[in-house]
């Protein structure tokens, strides 16, 4: 089966950099996938990782070990529209996705 | 722009009364997926198809609950006997199947739905 686990909730400062962790078990691995929720809105894609390493993306970067069964996604000069859940999801059988609770960050001026 | 699109957006009903959301799915992709979602959740899968092939249901889905996509583009998911258990955000995502990468799914604004 699938199990992800991430922190339920982050808080950090306008301009800051702050880090949110994913850790997953899952039968298979067929990447691992970034979303990112603001309140009352859907879920929208952020980034998508299937090698080791780090990828970056503008403020946002994402990283993987397939070995540790461990992902972070970094948030850099954080502004406050970053407010939002950040949802760690793994496809399993056919590409469906298993999402984890989401993290919400809180970020404050 | 020609995104995921649900309807209706937000839905209050009363227990016992049937609803149905219909979506409608990015146009080239081929997979749909129905996810429910509670407050402080991550998206919980339903099902998905394949064109009009309804391929996976999760235990999640009760009998109450039936889903279709009859010519393989919209999907409706309707729920009858409604229950305030039910009362969720109901999110439609479609994906276009790739063979050699991850199939990014790309979501709906979600139907609200409130059992009262």
């Known amino acids: 089966g699938q199990n992800i686990d991430q922190p339920t909730e982050m808080t950090a400062t306008e301009g800051a950099i702050v880090q949110i962790n994913c850790t997953y078990q899952?039968?298979?691995?067929?990447?691992l996938f970034w979303y990112q929720q603001h309140a009352g809105e859907a879920p929208t894609f952020l980034s998508y990782?299937?090698?080791?390493g780090l990828e970056e993306k503008g403020r946002f970067s994402s990283f993987l070990s397939r070995s540790k069964g461990y992902s972070y996604l970094l948030l850099k000069e954080l502004q406050m529209k970053d407010s939002a859940s950040y949802l760690c999801?793994?496809?399993?059988?056919?590409?469906?996705?298993?999402f984890g609770t989401g993290t919400r960050l809180q970020v404050f001026p | 722009d020609t995104g995921v699109s649900q309807d209706p957006r937000h839905k209050i009903t009363k227990r016992g009364q049937n609803v149905t959301f219909r979506c409608d799915p990015i146009?080239?992709?081929?997979?749909l997926y129905w996810y429910r979602q509670t407050l402080g959740q991550g998206p919980e899968f339903l099902t998905y198809?394949?064109?009009?092939?309804?391929?996976?249901k999760s235990r999640l889905l009760s009998d109450r609950f039936s889903a279709e996509r009859p010519k393989g583009s919209f999907s409706t998911l309707e729920i009858q006997r409604t229950e305030q258990g039910d009362s969720a955000m109901y999110l439609c995502?479609?994906?276009?199947?790739?063979?050699?990468?991850?199939?990014?799914?790309?979501f709906g604004e979600g139907s609200w739905l409130t059992v009262v």
């Open positions: 995502a479609s994906s276009l199947e790739r063979r050699y990468s991850g199939n990014t799914i790309y």
């Open positions: 899952t039968s298979g691995f067929n990447g």
């Open positions: 990782n299937v090698l080791d």
């Open positions: 999801a793994v496809p399993y059988n056919t590409d469906k996705l298993i």
């Open positions: 146009s080239e992709h081929n997979r």
């Open positions: 198809f394949q064109n009009e092939a309804q391929l996976e």
